[in-house]
């Protein structure tokens, strides 16, 4: 028997989609999102044309890219043992689905469509699934709802519950206990997750399982070749790599950095790479007469010594912290900050700002003293200051962030082990 909340979702929200549908005319970011769903089942149909007969489907969901980092690991580590099975993957944000549009292990990758009961039936009619797995959150209970009624099983993975998220709004509890009876099973990252979902929600099919990003980015941290043309440049020197920047972060680093008696190698690396936002960027270090150069345009002159590099391409990030003696993470000046596992993989001091509060291995990763918290350029400054004058200071922050990751390695597996055992049903 449905329960009072979804069926109260189920019968308002078609009214809410129809309502911002008419209001998407004036809206760019509404006409965005119908614009992309316009075709969306027959896009799906012709990707699905000759894979219907897979032997077993699993449906991957994420809200963007981030979520869906966590579950690379699990689909990867399934296609090994698995190698007929056919994956597909929804995302919410454009976001997320331009940037895996290509992924190599999807029979197909596409946008969710509207959460209304006629959507959800159609296409979960559509992907046959037999197993469903969302990423960490964006619950849509339509869709939850029919991949349920289809007969597949749905689990939650990477969950986590926040202790100033909606989720502790008693207002909001009954719904959300009425979402979460929906999975089958639920992999949480932390036992206070677990706890949590038990005591408030009633899921006694929650169990801890960790967090898979950290498999991802041990796995992803294997492969630096993409950086070796940058590497020949800073062999054996100190080296200070700003990874997703923004403008607050970038005025922070370099009124540190040029304070510095003796200063690192920087490497800069904005969140944003269009022209406009680096040109920007490189108007704020000449200001400063701070000679920079483009990593587009980098050439055998290149001299660390006497020019910051500006990396003004994408995919290069992640690698570029392998060559980095301290990083320093942006976004936490900003809504959150970006990920702090990358750098920490590669058993180096992580800084970043304050902001942290939804960003769980950051606030553990300072815990453990891998990581520090700047709050002011005389902050970043002390800090630079000790790891680039003491190297046993250093290694010692970056040992501590590399065991951090180390000993949370394993989450992939334990949710794989699991999903093997509904795949052998």
Known sequence: MRKPALFAYSVFFPLIAGIARLFAPFSPRLRNFFTLRDRIFEELEQKLYGIQTAKARLWVHAASVGEFEQARPVITALKEKY??????????????FNARRNYPDADAVFYLPADTAANAKRLVKLLDPDIMMLMRYDFWPNHLMAAKKHGANVVLAAAVLQSASQYHNPILNEFYRAVFSLFDRIWTVSDKDTVTFRQLF??????TAGDPRFDQVIRRSRETGKVENFRKYFADRTVLVGGSVWEKDETLLVEAWTQLQNKPDLILVPHKVDPDNIDRLCG???SRSITCTRASVLG??????RSVLV???TGFLLEL?????????G??????VHNTLEPAVFGIPVLFGPRIHNSPEAEALVATGGGTVVKTAGDLKKKLEDYTTDPHC???AGSAAARFVDERKGAAQYIVKGLETLLEQ
Request: a negative charge; charged letters at 20%.
């Open 300 to 305: 055998p002159g290149f001299d660390p010594d």
């Open 394 to 396: 250093r290694n010692k």
């Open 83 to 96: 190698p007929d099975l056919s994956v597909v993957v929804s995302f919410f944000s454009d976001s997320g």
């Open 202 to 207: 009633g899921c006694m099919q929650a169990e």
């Open 284 to 286: 704020l270090l000449e």
């Open 321 to 329: 912290y392998s060559i980095a003696s301290i990083a320093y993470v």
């Open 331 to 336: 976004g936490g000046f900003g809504v959150n």
């Open 311 to 313: 990396v003004d391409q």
